[in-house]
């Protein structure tokens, strides 16, 4: 993992730099600085929009008495995709910008919940087969459901 991360930290900023060259010689000096300064508050301005929208649909759900996991991971995507915007380059714009896209952030919460519900069922003994069968549309259905269920009693430990 250390690996890794020290290389996306070398090869990153490299390949940004070369970009940024290239893009220079092809518009200009002046006007990739204008780029990366546009380009910056444009994503700050849509950062605090869809984070302050993440925030109020969490308040809501949390009033509500629902875990507001959907507005929990939009938040870190927008946090993500706030920092990315802001480092200067083309590649990390880019990737911002498709964090702050909310089809690609669905189709990326639904893999991870594929992936946790997965991981989680092998943790606790299930078998894979079992684990996969149930499809990320099956889960949120079941959620539904459960949302508006409540069950009350009482219990009496007999031994």
Excluded: W
């Amino acid at each position: 993992m250390f690996r890794a991360l020290f290389l996306l930290f070398i090869i990153i900023p490299i390949v940004e730099i070369a970009l940024l060259i290239q893009l220079s010689e092809v518009i200009g000096g002046v006007a990739t600085i204008a780029l990366i300064i546009v380009t910056a508050i444009l994503g700050a301005k849509l950062v605090k929009q869809q984070g302050v929208g993440a925030m109020r649909e969490a308040q809501v759900q949390m009033a509500q008495g629902q875990m507001p996991a959907k507005q929990m991971f939009t938040g870190i995507c927008v946090i993500i995709a706030g920092v990315l915007l802001l480092t200067p380059g083309i590649v990390t714009d880019v990737f911002g910008f498709l964090l702050l896209t909310p089809a690609v952030r669905n189709k990326m919460a639904a893999t991870f919940a594929s992936q946790a519900q997965v991981r989680m069922s092998q943790g606790m003994g299930q078998s894979t087969f079992s684990a996969e069968f149930h499809s990320h549309k099956q889960h949120q259905h079941s959620e539904r459901r459960e949302e508006h269920t409540t069950i009350e009693g009482e219990y009496e430990r007999k031994e």
